[in-house]
């Protein structure tokens, strides 16, 4: 999988996708250096154009210090530039959570105001990053916001 490095400075406002620049991945601590997924931006672009919405990124890539100071698991997928915390307005975080289990992606989180999807090879879901990927399955109708 494809990982590339881009400065904010240079690269913020190139383009990845019909709907996403370099620059909404950003780390929210002011940091320079993004990594940006290949596979991450053509999920979220499938997320998009299925809603026909735009999505917000609430975080996508995290510095491993900015990381540890909102909580961040050790391990986790923002540090390697292969997660997002995403809101869809109007949508649910479970609607998201479902159409992102859909279409394959590695890992989702359900959260009460948002949904964290990742690309990581193994799959893997939750509630608040903690309950099995079956939740999803026996959740019909649920809504988690």
Known sequence: MAVKT????KS???KLSNNFR??????KNGSDKILIAD???????KIRDHYGKPITINSAYRTPAYNKKVGGAKYSQHVQGKAADIVISGVTPYEVAKYAESLGAGGIGLYNSFTHVDVRPARAAGTSGQASRSLLKH???????
């Open 6 to 9: 881009y400065s904010l400075k």
């Open 12 to 14: 913020g406002t190139v």
């Open 22 to 27: 370099v620059r909404e991945f950003r780390c």
């Open 39 to 45: 596979e991450l931006v053509k999920l979220l672009q």
């Open 139 to 145: 959740s019909k109708n649920r809504s988690f916001s």
